[in-house]
């Protein structure tokens, strides 16, 4: 019988010099260096299966491919018709088969494969959580939240222009393994990815063997289809873990700015803790990047932050949005989920000595035009209904490095947010 992957580890509880509560997971860390003797090979088996599993899938784009820039015609189209509808519910295309019919995977088992995979590269980055409860109790365990821009492989090789990071890091077979082992690592509840462009050969097969239930919902317009050699659009997934959640509902939403349509997407989808019976909404999304765009962005969160009114204001449920909003603190889109009367907070600030702040960057790289350090991600949360018990520190300047992300040890240009929440037993004031 599938066991959750959170409980297979034991979590051990440490307290730093600054007096904080850190949580760490042992047995999850590659060891440094690698076993220079005779390191293990490399035997992918599950690793293996997934893409057998899509083998229909990328044959079928081999042979388009061979046709010139087939593959990103056929995925235009795809996408197209898979966007038609602005807000469509349960589109049942876009929801994952029964991982029933799927044998599970052991998490273990995978992560070891994906170390076998990486014994050449140098050690994972060491990454506690910090404890930030309050007095409030819980007679639930917690739902943990994981936000992150995976970096699609198509920007990342194609568009993007990481001047400082070899194309050797970028290397799929490997790179994929480092955002499966950073999963594996934090064991998430519920996942919010965005730039995911392998969505069915990858991440929906491994991680519904893992328990998981997946949304995908691609840009209409994905970047990635002008990359040669690109995998098919990327987009937005949401993931959750279906021993501790029932989906409700489920609404794709493509974003528009002004009464326009954008080629930015949202995924929302209610669900019900099987713990609990509590019902609350989960939604991600991937805002219109670079500068200039900064009044269309704040369009988008507007629209977004209708959507979401909609949909939980009518049921009177708590609400958590993930997202790489790629808008700093100072902008516009940030001020309105700040101020909604969804009554938001931004977990992340949670972190700072005041409560106030956010963190000093959730995203550093290195482009032909410079230094880039932003802080553009976020994890919202209905701050008078959830409570957050723990939030993953960042990395240090030192730990990610002169050449910055991504690099051999990190597979994206984003940082992960992760959070673990729980219910307030009796929320203090309207949600
Ligand atoms: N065929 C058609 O008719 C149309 C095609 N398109 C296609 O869509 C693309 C635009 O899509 P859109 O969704 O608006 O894209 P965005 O401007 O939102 O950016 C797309 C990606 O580029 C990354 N990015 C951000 N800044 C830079 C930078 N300085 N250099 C390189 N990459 C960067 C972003 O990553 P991050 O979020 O991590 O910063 C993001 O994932 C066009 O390039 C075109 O290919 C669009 C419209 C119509
Ligand atoms: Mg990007």
């Known amino acids: 019988m599938y066991q959750s992957p959170r409980r297979l580890c034991s979590a051990l509880l440490q307290r730093d010099a600054s007096g904080l509560r850190r949580l760490t997971t042992p047995g999850l860390r590659r060891q440094s260096p690698p076993p220079a003797a005779a390191p293990r090979p490399a035997s992918p088996r599950l690793l293996a299966a997934a893409s057998a599993a899509s ?10 491919c061979s046709m010139g820039n087939g593959t990103s015609r056929l995925y235009s189209a795809l996408a197209k018709a898979l966007n038609s509808s602005a807000a469509s519910q349960h589109p049942e295309y876009l929801v994952s088969p029964d991982p029933e019919h799927l044998e599970p995977i052991d998490p273990k088992e995978l992560l070891e494969e994906c170390r076998a995979v990486l014994h050449t590269r140098p050690p994972r980055f060491q990454r506690d959580f910090v404890d930030l409860r309050t007095d409030c109790p819980s007679s639930h365990p917690p739902i943990r939240v994981m936000q992150w821009n995976i970096l699609a492989q198509a920007l990342g090789e194609g568009k993007d222009n990481f001047v400082q990071c070899p194309v050797e890091a970028l290397k799929w077979e490997e790179r994929k393994c ?6 594996l690592a934090y064991q998430p509840d519920i996942l919010c990815l965005q730039e995911v462009d392998h969505y069915f050969d990858t991440f929906q097969p491994l991680l519904s063997r893992l328990g998981y239930q997946g949304t995908f ?9 002008d990359v040669e050699h690109n995998n098919g659009p990327d987009g937005c997934a949401l993931f959750f873990l279906q021993n501790r959640f029932k989906l409700v509902n489920s609404a794709n939403i493509r974003l528009t700015a002004m009464t326009l349509k954008t080629n930015q997407v949202a995924i929302a989808q209610t669900l019900e803790c099987k713990e609990s019976s509590r019902q609350f909404c989960i939604a991600v999304t991937h805002l219109k990047a670079r ?17 979401l009114q909609n949909i939980t204001q009518g049921a009177k449920i708590p609400l958590i949005v993930c ?18 009367s969804l009554n938001l907070n931004s977990a992340y600030k949670l972190l700072s000595a005041d409560g106030q702040s956010e963190p000093p960057y959730t995203t550093w790289k290195i482009r032909t035009s410079g230094e880039c ?22 990395l240090t300047e030192e730990q990610i490095g002169p050449n910055r992300l991504p690099s051999f040890n990190y597979p994206s240009d984003h940082l992960s947010l992760v959070c673990d929440f729980s219910f307030n037993e009796e929320p203090d004031g309207l949600l």
């Open 55 to 64: 083998g229909a899938a990328r044959s079928c784009s081999r042979t388009v």
């Open 217 to 225: 919902f691609p840009k209409p317009w994905s970047p990635c289809l």
């Open 323 to 340: 997202g790489d909003f790629n808008a700093e603190p100072t902008e516009e889109v940030y001020k309105h989920f700040a101020s909604s």
């Open 373 to 394: 350090r932003h802080t553009l991600d976020y994890i919202w949360y209905s701050k008078h209904a959830l409570s957050v018990r723990s939030a993953l520190d960042l």
């Open 178 to 183: 480092l955002i499966l082992e950073e999963i």
């Open 291 to 307: 500068t200039g765009w900064e009044r269309f962005r704040s369009a988008q969160g507007c629209d977004l932050l209708q959507n």
